[in-house]
């Protein structure tokens, strides 16, 4: 059930009016039950893998509690072999059983693994990584271990996250079950609002701009270098678009029922420099790898080397979450490399640094210089193939950016998807002031969007990119 | 009143939820939204399907313009049990009457798109006739033996549900029963025919239509409109790519290959007791209307004229080009009745002549 379907349509506002009707000690229920439902809708029988999780993670949480010294350590060293576990059979195997393959293949080794011809289950990096972050607040003490399985279970399973984050950390959601949520015009408008303003960026924009990139993308070898620029930017909207969209309507969703789920984006591409590009992307996980991974591994706080070292862990290990293939890996890793190359730059030439630069001109050239990496690392995201992305800079190499863009979306179009880029880029650098405004005027942008998103909006059931992690 | 209101959204959403997962309902629902002229009537069909996909307005129009009555046949000899597979291009009120073909005392019609295979029955005292109708655009994938056999064999080649090579087959066999029993599996095109297939709607979605047409040049992806802008065709039937269109490159090889195919057909079925094997396949209107100014693939004609080809073939392309835009609907993939009877016609004769 994917959030831009009738199907959800009608599954939220059952849920929502129910929700509203019932009394608060029975809401939980309802949730859990409605989010069962919601993650049946994709592949049913995976709600037994996450039900085994939510099981392993619940006791864990308990015997944490319990236990101190040695004994707590590995149960939460059991837990997180346990959550990594399920990610590794249904998430890696096949990856580490090709590579290792290869490896076997060119020493000559004769290796036999069995084939698993097995679904990648949906949302499982996502609500996997919502579970740890639990069991490692709990052993910290940040977080009181649950007693109730179904607020627990809930807390996995809360369907406007479930299947692509935020990833929430317990402190935040858990205590938000207890509390009663009585009807808030406000916060409903509001929570509305945000999710028809997901819709637009999904349907009008991202599911658009789609139409030039599944084109160019589809076709590398006969592609000018004009249509691959045009393409490579595109996509870095359309991906934007795409899981900001996504992140808007679960956060709207929950809204509209009570509940504050953490933001995900802040303006992605008005960063400066690549750290800040990652304190605005897909926050919930920067955050989560810099919680959970960054520090325990010592932070900053080690020799250079080292620090240089865990950056690139982090990168890496980010770029691996996304998908068990070699382009995420090079993904991550090459946002690793251009936060090293700032970090020594920053060191050799402190003049230059982006923390440094006053000037509208040096701040400007800084943004668009980060942008311009980070589209460079979309590509690697983007093409999962090497002989492709080897293609696509060899298209690039030949320098033909003076042929016109040719591409079978009308110019018409192609305009107005260059002015939906820089609308939403314009309307992001004041989000908070708009954001305001709209809600000031719900009752006349509420209804003039649903037109506008219906109108203009590309309807073609397409799923979320995120869904496939 | 916020708990009236919740009240009101919980009961309309539910019902529309259950409604949209019950076959029945979605059937009688369709019966009565047909029948309706006004704006809660139903408009995704009525005015051609391809209009249906698209809602351009030139090609809103009533699909009876050329309407013609076909006359059933008085018994005569009734010699036959016609046992036919086609598609939708065989009009229901005559494809299960048997007083629309010459000599013939039953007819058993199974579609193409039948969800459960209906094995054919032999007559003992008649002679077997197996009608094999399809359009152009199929015929490479569905007048194959498997095929064929898994639709109305009473031993069917295969089934389509079974996953060679999956360890987790039976996992994936209760997968899909619960899936099937807790999300109808046509849910959101139940819900959309629910909410919005109605008259009412019908200037929004002609004003988006409007717009993604003439001003960004887009249409529904399977449908393409014709040079003359005066029919709508199914992309599949024009695109020179696709397999099933009119204009897809075709070697003699390939001809050899589908005329192989159609032979084993009728070999497989006469040796299970049928006396004649008839095969017909309905040119794509595309390859009729000749509205795209290039020359066409052919392949129905170089089928019949391929020397290993010794079977029947009703091909009704050359009678259709006579008056072809009277035959077809402008809005829509089919012909017309006027089209269904030249092909009548034409399969009578070949009746007659058996």
Request: positive net charge; glycine residues 6%.
């Amino acid at each position: 059930m994917v959030f831009n379907s009738l199907q959800f349509l009608v599954f939220f506002g059952i849920v929502t009016s129910a929700y509203f009707l019932m009394a608060h000690k029975y809401r939980w229920l309802l949730l859990l039950l409605a989010s069962c439902y919601f993650y049946m809708a994709f592949v049913p029988m995976y709600l037994g893998i996450l039900a085994l999780t939510i099981v392993i993670d619940y006791f864990a949480g308990i015997l944490l509690e319990q236990h101190e010294g040695p004994t707590k350590k590995w149960i939460l060293a059991l837990s997180i072999v346990a959550n990594v576990g399920v990610l590794a059979v249904f998430k890696y195997y096949q990856f580490i059983f090709n590579n290792i393959s290869w490896f076997a293949h060119l020493l000559d080794i004769p290796v036999q693994m069995p084939v698993l011809s097995i679904l990648l289950p949906i949302g499982l990096s996502f609500h996997t990584f919502q579970a740890m972050s639990y069991t490692i607040e709990v052993y910290r003490g940040n977080q009181k271990a649950e007693r109730n399985f179904g607020i627990y279970s809930l807390y996995v399973m809360f369907y406007p996250q479930l299947v692509a984050g935020p990833i929430e950390r317990p402190q935040n959601l858990i205590h938000q079950f207890y509390e009663p949520k009585h009807w808030d015009r406000h916060r409903v408008q509001s929570g509305l609002l945000q999710m028809v303003i997901g819709i637009f960026k999904k349907v009008v924009i991202a599911d658009r701009l789609s139409m030039v990139v599944d084109e160019v993308y589809g076709n590398i070898g006969e592609q000018s270098g004009t249509n691959l620029v045009v393409a490579a930017i595109f996509y870095s909207f359309q991906i934007y678009c795409d899981f900001s969209g996504y992140s808007d309507v679960a956060i709207g969703a929950a809204r509209v029922m009570g509940f504050r789920l953490m933001e995900n984006f802040n303006a992605p591409y008005w960063a400066t420099s690549i750290p800040e590009f990652w304190r605005r992307w897909h926050i919930s996980l920067s955050t989560w790898f810099k919680d959970y991974l960054y520090i325990t591994l010592g932070g900053n706080r080690v020799s250079v080397p080292r620090w240089y070292l865990n950056i690139m862990i982090i990168f890496v290990l980010s770029g691996l979450w996304h998908g068990a293939s070699w382009n995420f890996v090079i993904w991550g890793a090459l946002h690793g490399l251009f936060q090293l190359s700032g970090l020594i730059l920053n060191r050799l030439f402190p003049f230059l640094a982006a923390d440094q630069r006053k000037t509208w001109v040096g701040v400007w050239a800084y943004r668009l210089l980060t942008f311009f990496l980070v589209t460079m690392a979309w590509v690697f995201f983007r093409i999962a193939h090497f002989s492709s992305i080897k293609l696509w800079f060899s298209r690039m190499a030949l320098m033909d950016f003076s042929s016109p863009l040719h591409v079978s979306m009308v110019s018409k179009e192609f305009y107005l998807c260059v002015f939906l880029i820089v609308g939403l880029f314009a309307l992001e650098y004041k989000r908070g002031m708009v954001k305001e405004r709209l809600e000031t005027f719900f009752w006349l942008i509420f209804p003039v969007l649903i037109l506008v998103t219906y109108f203009l909006g590309v309807f073609n059931m397409k799923q979320f990119i995120y869904f496939q992690f | 009143m916020r708990r009236i209101f919740a009240f009101v959204v919980l009961f309309f959403l539910a019902f529309v939820l259950i409604f949209g997962s019950s076959n029945e309902g979605m059937r009688l629902l369709s019966q009565r939204r047909y029948i309706r002229q006004d704006g809660w009537g139903a408009d995704k069909f009525t005015f051609g399907d391809l209009y249906g996909l698209t809602y351009i307005k030139p090609f809103k129009m009533p699909r009876d313009t050329s309407f013609v009555t076909i006359p059933a046949h008085q018994p005569d000899s009734l010699t036959y049990k016609l046992n036919i597979i086609g598609d939708s291009y065989l009009y229901s009120f005559f494809s299960m009457n048997p007083r629309y073909f010459r000599k013939t005392g039953e007819v058993q019609f199974v579609r193409w798109s039948t969800p459960k295979p209906i094995p054919y029955r032999l007559s003992k005292d008649k002679k077997n006739i197996l009608l094999v109708e399809c359009v152009e655009r199929n015929f490479r994938n569905l007048m194959t033996l498997q095929e064929i056999r898994n639709r109305i064999d009473p031993q069917p080649a295969s089934k389509s549900e079974a996953h060679p090579g999956s360890q987790f087959a039976l996992l994936a066999r209760i997968n899909k029963g619960i899936k099937t029993a807790i999300y109808h599996p046509t849910l959101e095109n139940n819900l959309e025919f629910l909410l919005f297939n109605l008259g009412i709607w019908a200037p929004f979605k002609e004003l988006k239509s409007a717009l993604n047409f003439y001003i960004f040049g887009r249409l529904d992806n399977d449908v393409r409109v014709s040079k003359n802008w005066k029919q709508l065709y199914l992309t599949q039937t024009v695109d020179p790519e696709k397999v099933g269109s009119s204009f897809y490159p075709t070697s003699d090889e390939e001809v050899g290959a589908y005329v192989a195919q159609l032979n084993e057909v009728e070999t497989y079925f006469k040796s299970k007791g049928f006396d004649q094997v008839i095969f017909s396949i309905i040119p794509n209107p595309v390859g009729v209307l000749n509205t795209e100014n290039k020359p066409t693939n052919q392949i129905l004609s170089r089928i019949a004229k391929h020397p290993n080809w010794k079977g029947i073939l009703v091909d009704p392309s050359l009678r259709l080009q006579k008056n072809a835009k009277e035959n077809f609907f402008p809005s829509d993939s089919h012909w017309n009745q006027r089209g269904a009877a030249i092909w009548l016609g034409q399969l009578n004769e070949t009746l007659n002549a058996l």
